[in-house]
């Protein structure tokens, strides 16, 4: 597969509910079908998963109740094939790229990260999305032990170094926020 057209690819990371797909959502909006697309690293995890369980792919993939079920075992899953290979799910998600800007809605570890500069080098650039609890909690969030509290939500956490800071707090105008990615990496 060659990525020659792909020019940048945006690596977004933040806490749940920090408003990752809310964001990612609305920048491919904005760039067009034409010139961006967004891939999820946690795709490839959700088909195998609704594969291998018979559960339905819509379902997984949307914002909910059926997400949340099932999210604890997939992270444990995820984890067992990460351990064999960092980047099996990265290479996945990413290997029919062809748009000049590829968004990845939800980086989560440092390996993630390793992947994806060691593939890409530096057309990579790193974006945290921070929003404090409280808004978090009014968006639906709640502390979920074994979820919460491990890897796949904290390792990112002591991560400093990041292309941009967004603060998604809701006082912020959304069109703001994507003219400031879009100056930033875009333009
Ligand atoms: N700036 C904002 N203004 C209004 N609503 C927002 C904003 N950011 C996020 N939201 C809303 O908050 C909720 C959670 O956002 P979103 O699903 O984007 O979070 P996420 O980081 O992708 O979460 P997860 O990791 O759980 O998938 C959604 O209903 C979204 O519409």
Redesign the pocket.
Known sequence: MSFENVKRILLFS?K???????ITDKLLIKLGNDNAEIIRISEPIKSFWAKEKNLDLTQLLS?GAYKEKYRKAMIVWSDEMRAKDYGIFCREASKNISKETVIVSDIRRKTDIQFFRETFGNKIKLIRIVCNDNIRVK??WTFQEGVDDIQSECDLDDWNEWDLLIE?T?DRD?HEILDEIITKFIV
């Open positions: 933040g749940r509910k920090s408003g990752k797909d809310f914002d968006r639906g998604n809701g959304a």
